[in-house]
């Protein structure tokens, strides 16, 4: 829309009152003209019933004189821009105008092309104050908000740790004004599924995407309730409910993540806490929430849970992995598939088994094959595979994840056979590894040791049952552990030393391998 600026002329002269109403077209130059006044105090009235941004007025009308006009506006707290009329040539007038903050001093009679020039100035003076103004509020109310949400999730936080006491927490509730009361909570813990895939690298490491789309989401949505809210990482939000009714919450519940899901297309799953008497002991709440929470990696189970599925755990037990490990020493990755598909069917005891038996189990796999093989000396994967697991989504990445690990232990084997037995092969090898900061592909090999690209490119695969591409990639990740866990690089510079044209895709090519981003695993050794 657009802009307009109010005006009020103030003159006990009827032929000049006239005379301004025709001197401009108004309209044209955005001016709301809102009338004359014929003496000081109407003026004064008009000022204060309207409010006008630009008051033109004769230095001498009745009633009191424009001066004196413009020392009652302004002890009123008016700020209109003030235009001094004067007949007469007194330079006494002009210096009492400018002292009492007059925007400008024209004589009688009025030169319309000067005129202009100075409305036009003034009405974009007007327009820019209030475009300041108005972002002044803006950012006051997005510090308020701002500091109200970090008051929020501080909160959140201290009664977690169970560090308030009563008095504190009632103390907190009034001061912050946080829409709880301490009686009967239960707390709700949300796993945020499909995070956007930024083409921006940095993304990665900052709070946005799906869970600050959430956090909005929930600020419109529970306006007024006694619910509050914030998050616990870049894949999890917690909610802490006023409730005396698990059951009108869990409905609730599935009711708001439905809603999310159709206004915001975020996938999300809820799992509901166990009720607590008090604010005081919600972080028991919680932990049953997080723990329920953790079945999100099985979304065809439905969108929510609460705590009955911890007491449903069945018998838990610990499977053997001899035939695996009969595979990766064959380094037969064909066989490794499928006898990790037969050893996962025998931990689905249940249709969906506790996910931290999973975790377990696989990761017990990882390290016993590892353990026994720890004369070859293997490097594909030496970290924590508990943790990495609990960074996916869902239990088919798990799997794949898992399984990429150990079909990537028999291929490691491979290498290192042929490396040993094949001199050729080793002098390609050594070349990738002294290159490894260059584009290296098969045709700078090939050329390096003298045979042709379409030769070696079936030998390397027959010696390591691995493809060029594949071999640089693990190289150029492994190196990149390496070289995280001693804090030298932030991921940035190693995706550039590595010739990695977008951040995004070493980010991509790191986490698959490890599970982590670059940025959470060099966190997890600092």
């Not at 249940?350 to 038996?357: H, Q, R």
């Not at 693990?474 to 070289?483: G, M, R, V």
């Amino acid at each position: 829309m657009e802009e307009r600026v109010s005006l009020l002329l103030a003159d006990d002269e009827a032929e000049i009152r006239a005379g301004f109403r025709n001197l401009l077209d108004w309209n044209e130059y955005g001016i709301d003209y809102l009338g004359t006044a014929g003496n000081g105090v109407e003026a004064l009235n008009m000022i204060r019933w309207h409010e006008p941004d630009i008051v033109i007025t004769d230095i001498q009308i009745p009633g009191m004189n424009g001066l004196e006009l413009l020392k009652h506006a302004r002890s009123e707290k008016f700020e209109c821009l003030f235009v001094i009329l004067s007949g007469y040539d007194d330079f006494h007038y002009a210096q009492t105008a400018i002292r009492q903050g007059v925007y400008d001093y024209i004589l009688k009679p009025v030169v319309a092309e000067e005129f202009a020039r100075l409305i036009r100035k003034m009405t974009d003076e007007v327009i820019e104050k209030r475009n300041q103004h108005r972002h002044q509020v803006k950012m006051s109310r997005s510090l308020n908000a701002a500091n109200k949400t970090i008051k929020q999730q501080n909160f959140i936080s201290e009664l977690l740790r169970e560090e308030l006491t009563q008095a504190q927490i009632d103390e907190t509730l009034e001061r912050d004004d946080i829409r709880l009361h301490s009686g009967r909570s239960a707390a709700v813990v949300l796993h945020i599924y499909d995070r956007p895939r930024p083409a921006v690298s940095e993304w990665a490491d900052t709070l946005e995407g799906s869970i600050a789309a959430t956090l909005g989401f929930l600020k419109h949505y529970y306006r007024g309730q006694r619910v509050i809210f914030g998050h616990m990482n870049r894949s999890s939000v917690i909610l802490f409910h006023n409730t005396d009714s698990l059951s009108n919450l869990y409905d609730d519940t599935g009711q708001m993540l439905a809603a999310l899901k159709s206004s915001s297309n975020i996938q999300a799953f809820g799992a509901v806490g166990t009720l607590s008497d008090s604010l005081r002991q919600i972080h028991k709440s919680y932990r049953t929430a997080s723990q329920a929470a953790s079945w999100h990696i099985f979304p065809e189970m439905g969108a929510l849970t609460d705590t009955s599925i911890l007491r449903s755990v069945g018998s838990q037990h610990l499977v053997k992995d001899e035939r695996i490990l009969k595979d990766i020493k064959a380094c037969d990755t064909e066989a490794v598939k499928r006898d990790f598909e037969a050893y996962t069917k025998l931990l689905f005891f249940t249709e969906f088994p506790p996910p931290a038996y999973l975790f377990s189990m696989y990761n017990f796999l990882i390290m016993d094959i590892r353990s026994r093989l720890s004369a070859a000396g293997l490097q594909s994967y030496t970290d924590d595979a508990y943790q990495a697991m609990r960074q996916f989504d869902t239990f088919a990445e798990i799997k794949a994840w898992v399984l990429g690990i150990l079909t990537e232990y028999a291929n490691e084997l491979s290498v290192q056979q042929a490396r040993s037995q094949d001199p050729l092969i080793q002098k390609a090898l050594e070349y990738m590894a002294e290159n490894i900061f260059n584009k290296v592909g098969v045709e700078e090999v090939c050329q390096y040791i003298g045979y042709s690209k379409s030769y070696f490119s079936k030998y390397f695969r027959q010696k390591t049952n691995l493809n060029f591409r594949d071999y640089i990639l693990d190289l150029k990740i492994t190196y990149a552990q390496q070289q995280l866990k001693t804090n030298a690089h932030t991921p940035k510079e190693l995706s550039l030393m590595l010739g990695y044209e977008e951040y995004s895709s070493f980010s991509r090519a790191f986490k698959a391998r490890t599970g982590f981003s670059p940025s959470d695993y060099q966190k997890s050794f600092y």
